[in-house]
């Protein structure tokens, strides 16, 4: 059965960054349930956004919850500056490091919830062990570094997976990369409950476009 109560998460990463605070304070008003804030080094992908002293700026625009889905590695020694900057969720990914679960501790250790995320061509059996230590599984529909690409449908079938993995475990199940009102029913059906996207929220200007391009994601992840 789809689930009902999905949670719609806009990647700022389309936002136009020469007003960032305005964005984060439009979208969260025109029904983001979650701000994803997309941090890129250059080095794990080929591509570098921003870090901590932005996050810490914006952080007072809204009081959603802030997603942070690093992409850098190593991620260890910089997991307290984003949580000082006021991320509530930090996800790593599974491929940047040697220990993941040590990562995942520090972050809970920090008071944070503790992601992991997945490339669209890493097994989930790397989250096996560490499934105790989760608050969030991260699944990439896309290649990480990049807002805008293609959606790669053959994660529906992970999700799936990792969905019956889980079993009856409070862990969210986020799918990120080209999630649009043409997939968003599949996903949840398959056993997704939180959808980032950006370009498709960050399409036309201002709170009423970005309520409309919501809604249409919610409406179809919800049946
Ligand atoms: O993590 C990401 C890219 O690495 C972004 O969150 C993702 O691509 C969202 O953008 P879009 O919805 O435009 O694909
Ligand atoms: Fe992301």
Redesign the pocket.
């Known amino acids: 059965m789809t689930a009902r109560n999905t949670l719609i998460a806009p990647?700022i990463?389309a936002s136009d960054f020469s007003r960032l605070g305005e964005e984060v304070e439009t979208v969260a008003k025109a029904g983001a349930d979650w701000i994803?804030l997309?941090v890129m080094d250059g080095h794990f992908v080929p591509n570098i956004t921003f870090g901590p002293p932005i996050i810490k700026a914006i952080r007072d625009r809204t009081d959603k919850v802030f997603d942070c889905?690093l992409?850098i590695t190593p991620a260890d020694p910089y997991l307290a500056a984003f949580a000082d900057a006021g991320c509530d969720i930090i996800t790593v990914h599974a491929e940047a490091g040697p220990h993941l679960h040590r990562s995942l501790q520090t972050i809970r250790n920090l008071g944070k919830k503790a992601g992991v995320?997945l490339n669209p061509s890493t097994p989930e059996s790397v989250i096996e062990y560490v499934l105790d230590e989760l608050d969030l599984v991260?699944l990439?529909t896309v290649n990480?570094g990049f807002g805008g690409q293609a959606f790669i449908p053959s994660v529906v079938e992970k999700v799936r997976r990792i969905k019956a993995m889980i079993g009856d475990r409070p862990i969210d199940i986020e799918i990120?990369?080209g999630v649009s009102p043409a997939n968003a029913g599949e996903l949840t059906a398959a056993g997704a409950n939180v959808l980032?996207a950006?370009s498709a929220v960050f399409k036309g200007e201002g709170k009423e476009a970005y309520a409309k391009n919501i809604a249409a994601i919610r409406d179809a992840a919800n049946g």
């Open positions: 990647s990463l994803h997309d889905h992409m995320s991260l990439m990480p990120d990369g980032v950006g």
